[in-house]
């Protein structure tokens, strides 16, 4: 029997909508990205600041790492498409909003989202009942992961061009996955046209982690080993750089997650700051 798909998001992408948009509205401006549509299509219950893993007192760290990597990510976007590059894919989309909230870059581009299929066609319900609909230069692209469906294969079927440079984004997905399957996508993307820019985060190891922030880290890997999602996988950024230089990529760069604080939160008074844990791996081809 098939794999029943859930129709709802996981658990792991509405947190990340909900402490997006927790940004705007308790953190002082300015804003290190402004998102509040993610909130909107995952309509929570009121009281969802109650909860504990989006109280906003007590999860500013991650929050801030949220909205850090996802400032970085638009920066690299809106870089490259001024480069010429016309096409941009997100794995494991979520509830990702780009599309919706930058308008006046992604309509130059092709926006590729890939997900499950079950949470995607409830995003696709949700964007049409808010008004947002579908236009013709974002592609939501199903891919069913848990039978082994090849994302490449659905991709290039949904009107992606593997001959032409891409920007490949895959945030908050490697920790979810065993080493051989991150290792399999890095050679997919390596293969894709010169020019070519792929943005992924990976954990580190604990022993990696600022001390003030290993409780935090332990508390979100206790939380999704509970939910069914367990983290399986961790990498120093070493290890991380030779994976991607192994599976073909020239030039690879770590971006820490500390040089993201220095980048966005210098100037801040309120003293948000990111949280350490998540490091980012830039690869061009």
């Not at 976007?77 to 909003?97: C, F, H, P």
């Amino acid at each position: 029997m098939a794999h029943e798909q859930t129709e709802a998001p996981d658990n792991t992408a509405v947190r990340t909508a909900l402490w997006r948009a927790t940004h705007v509205q308790v953190d002082s401006p300015p804003h290190v990205l402004e998102d509040e549509i993610g909130l909107r299509l995952a309509a929570p219950e009121e009281d969802w600041r109650r909860r504990p893993d989006t109280d906003p007192r007590t999860t500013g760290g991650f929050r801030a790492a949220i909205v850090a990597r996802a400032r970085l990510i638009e920066d690299l976007i809106a870089e490259q498409a001024d480069r010429g590059v016309t096409q941009y894919v997100i794995l494991g989309a979520g509830l990702d909003t780009f599309a919706q909230r930058r308008p006046e870059i992604a309509s130059r581009l092709r926006v590729f989202e890939i997900d499950q299929p079950g949470p995607q066609a409830w995003k696709r319900r949700r964007l049409v009942e808010l008004g947002y609909g579908i236009p013709d230069w974002l592609h939501l692209v199903p891919v069913d992961f848990e039978a082994s469906e090849d994302w490449l294969q659905q991709l290039t079927a949904a009107g992606f061009d593997p001959d032409q440079p891409a920007v490949i984004v895959s945030t908050g997905v490697t920790m979810y996955l065993t080493e051989d399957a991150t290792a399999a996508t890095l050679r997919q993307i390596a293969g894709l046209a010169p020019g070519s820019t792929l943005a992924m985060t990976f954990l580190l190891p604990i022993d990696l982690v600022d001390e003030a922030d290993r409780p935090g880290l332990r508390a979100s890997e206790a939380g999704a080993r509970a939910s069914g999602t367990p983290f399986i996988s961790f990498y120093t950024p070493p290890e991380m750089l030779a994976l991607a230089r192994e599976a073909g990529f020239d030039d690879v760069r770590h971006v820490s997650g500390k040089s993201l604080a220095d980048r966005y939160f210098a100037d801040r008074t309120d003293g948000l700051r990111p949280s350490s844990g998540e490091d980012l791996l830039l690869a061009t081809t």
